[in-house]
């Protein structure tokens, strides 16, 4: 599996909370929601990186390692 960073992320509360109930609906993390929503964004914006694949359908958090 690719090395995976950790960084601060701030963000609106209410945001925050709108992502974290479709985490909640979707059975993700919030940071599986969140990684799941850039990779689906960097897909869709044709930036994503070579070899990426499409986003996980489960949570990369839960993912053995």
Same mark, same amino acid.
């Given at each position: 599996m690719?090395?995976?960073?950790?960084? =601060? +992320?701030?963000?609106?509360?209410? /945001? =925050?909370?709108?992502?974290q109930?479709?985490? *909640? !609906? !979707? +059975?993700r993390?919030? *940071?599986?929601?969140?990684?799941? =929503? +850039?990779?689906r964004? =960097?897909?869709d914006?044709?930036?994503?990186?070579?070899?990426?694949? @499409? #986003? #996980? @359908? @489960?949570? #990369? !958090? /839960?993912? #053995?390692e």
């Open positions: 690719a090395e995976r960073k950790s960084f =601060l +992320l701030r963000v609106d509360r209410e /945001l =925050l909370d709108a992502v109930r479709w985490a *909640n !609906d !979707d +059975l993390s919030l *940071n599986g929601q969140i990684e799941f =929503l +850039l990779r964004a =960097l897909r914006a044709g930036r994503a990186p070579k070899g990426s694949g @499409t #986003p #996980p @359908t @489960t949570d #990369p !958090d /839960l993912s #053995p």
